[in-house]
Nanobody
C-alpha cells in the first residue's frame, strides 16, 4: 500500500490550497484517513482526520479554516486549506489508519505518505 500526496506549494498569507492524497495497492478497507504536519525540529502533529463514519477531528489551530473530505470509493483524502497563515508553513503528511488488504482477517495496518511542503509567505 502506498500513499501519494500532492498539492503543496507556495502561497501568500490569506490564500488557499488543496492537498490531495490517494492510497493505492491491495486495499479492502481504510478505517480513517487524514493529515498531519511537521514543523522544523518538532514532532508531527495532527491537522485533520476523517473516519469511515464521517466523523472529523480537526486541530484547534485550523478549525474554521481547514476542512477535510474523503472519496471513499477512490481511497482519496483532501485537505482544503483557506485563510492560510505563515505559521501553517510545514511539511504535510497524508495518513491512512486501519488499512486491511483482503477483508479475510488480515491485520489492520497504518501507512504514511511522503510529505508535501506548504509554504505560506507573509
Amino acid at each position: 500500500v502506498q500513499l501519494q500526496a500532492s498539492g503543496g506549494g507556495l502561497v501568500q498569507a490569506g490564500g488557499s490550497l488543496i492537498l490531495s492524497c490517494v492510497a493505492s495497492g491491495s486495499i479492502f478497507d481504510i478505517a480513517g484517513m487524514g493529515w498531519y504536519r511537521q514543523f522544523p525540529g518538532q514532532e508531527r502533529e495532527l491537522v485533520a482526520t476523517l473516519d469511515g463514519g464521517g466523523r472529523t477531528n480537526l486541530a484547534d489551530s485550523v478549525k474554521g479554516r481547514f476542512t477535510i473530505s474523503r472519496d471513499f470509493d477512490k481511497n482519496k483524502v483532501f485537505l482544503h486549506m483557506t485563510s492560510l497563515r505563515p505559521e501553517d508553513t510545514a511539511v504535510y503528511y497524508c495518513y491512512a489508519e486501519g488499512v486491511t488488504r483482503t477483508g479475510w482477517g488480515d491485520p489492520a495496518e497504518d501507512y504514511w505518505g511522503q510529505g508535501t511542503l506548504v509554504t505560506v509567505s507573509s
